[in-house]
């Protein structure tokens, strides 16, 4: 309640000293932004930003912060003769100027970033040199590959009537395929209803790629309309015919759950565990079955000596503390989060989570809650944290047709259909993987979502 207060104060001060900056009224308002702005690693690891940064400014209102190049420009990359380019990394608010931030775990400073750069409007008021030991070694990656979720076909529409997932599934995979990606893993929820124009949709559209791209079903896949035959039939194509694609190292005897891991992948394995069930909020409300996590221990001990990739589409709440404050959820100031997360204390919720805690060579990615990226402003851990259990690192991955977000004080959320569309773009290395969160309606990389984890 305390805190609630206090944001509630805050809040109401930040509007009246807007009021104040924009009528001229505040003292020392005027055009000359002095700015000045400072930061505290955490560690001394290169490449790392995790940090406190602490900025004090004659200006109250709202700075943004970017990586800058050698030249003190906003940092881009070069892909296959693209540039693309990196959102800012945060975003800071001066009231009676000044402001601190407490930069997310596991957040990178990206190769070739050399400057700090802030901007004030479209003014840069700061610039500052990344101390030369915390640069980004420059690394040669093994591979790449995309990561998305709940796509949903037949469920958004378009102004002028079309299917939101037509575009946002094209888009995501063509940005996708610009960097070369291996493969493009989801974690579900690829239809509304389980109707089978969606998977087939789901089969048009992927089978216009290079790569394969494969996924476990959500729980709106299981919905009224769900047959298995029809999930089969157009879903992750090579997979459950009796000839496989390469690559298919074992499939369930219950038809849904596969392994993957082909030359490409360079000894990285992919499993992709399905919910049999949609049912949420009761102990016996099992979304795995006995069967499938035998077979899911059977697949974590034969790979315990590879990288693997585990696919599943609801998240875990978090194990101590808040349980919606955990990977995948959030909890705003009204109280308000995702209430559709996986049962906590249920037979089969126990033993998946023990499951995890077995295996430190395991990143574990789950979606379901569309949370926007950046809605970890509200819960640090929102899109990546091991909780310091020493087993699988947990990753949250968003919306690529409807990211959610929420305000401090606002009841439920809000949808962002069409108006944004988010994944991972995954760059592998010998000893950890570095994802990078993506805009795919602006084609931009999000420098905030930005992560690397040791596996």
């Known amino acids: 309640m305390y805190e609630a207060l206090l944001r509630i104060f805050a809040t109401i001060l930040s509007m009246i000293m807007g009021f104040l900056n924009m009528t001229g009224m505040f003292p020392g308002q005027g055009n000359d932004y002095a700015v000045n702005t400072t930061v505290a690693y955490y560690n001394e690891e290169a490449g790392s930003a995790d940090a406190l940064i602490t900025m004090t400014g004659t200006a109250d209102g709202i700075y943004t912060l970017y990586w800058g190049d050698a030249n003190g420009n906003k940092l881009t990359t070069e892909v296959n003769g693209k540039t693309v380019s990196y959102s800012a990394f945060a975003e800071m608010e001066l009231v009676f100027g000044k402001a601190q931030l407490d930069i997310p775990d596991y957040t990178i400073i990206p190769q070739d970033a050399e400057h700090i750069i802030v901007y004030y409007e479209d003014t840069m008021v700061d610039r500052l040199a990344i101390p030369e030991h915390k640069l980004a070694e420059n690394e040669r990656k093994t591979y790449s590959y995309g990561v998305l979720s ?262 439920l959320w809000s949808g962002n259909d069409p108006g944004m569309s988010e994944g991972y773009l995954v760059d592998v290395y010998e000893d950890h993987i570095i994802l990078y969160g993506c805009d795919f309606v602006n084609g931009e990389l999000l420098a905030y979502a930005a992560y690397r984890i040791d596996v």
């Open 150 to 411: 709940d796509l949903h076909f037949n469920r958004y529409d378009m102004e002028n009537g079309s299917d939101v997932a037509d575009h946002t599934f094209v888009n995501a995979l063509q940005f996708l395929d610009s960097f070369d990606v291996s493969i493009v893993a989801m974690s579900g929820d690829i239809s509304t209803d389980g109707e089978v124009e969606s998977f087939q949709s789901f089969d048009r559209i992927s089978s216009q790629f290079d790569f394969p791209v494969y996924t476990c079903t959500g729980n709106h896949d299981l919905h009224a309309k769900y047959k298995l035959e029809n999930w089969q039939a157009y879903m992750n194509r090579g997979v459950y015919g009796e000839e496989k694609a390469d690559g298919v190292l074992n499939v369930s005897d219950n038809g849904l759950d596969f392994v993957y891991g082909s030359a490409a992948t360079k000894g990285d394995v992919y499993i992709f565990l399905s919910q049999t069930t949609n049912n949420y909020g009761m102990l016996f409300n099992a979304l795995l079955a006995d069967k499938q996590l035998d077979w899911l221990a059977e697949q974590l001990e034969t790979y315990k000596d590879n990288r693997v990739y585990l696919f599943f589409h609801t998240f875990l709440n978090a194990p101590v503390g808040n349980p919606m404050m955990g990977v995948g959820n959030l909890v705003n100031n009204l109280g308000w989060f995702y209430p559709l997360f996986y049962t906590q204390g249920a037979s089969d919720e126990v033993r998946f989570r023990n499951l995890l805690r077995q295996y430190d060579n395991v990143v574990f990615y789950s979606g379901h809650s569309h949370w926007a990226y950046h809605m970890q402003s509200m819960n640090a851990q929102l899109n990546v944290s091991d909780y310091d259990e020493g087993g699988a690192t947990y990753v949250h991955v968003s919306s690529v047709s409807s990211p959610r977000t929420t305000e401090g004080f606002q009841i």
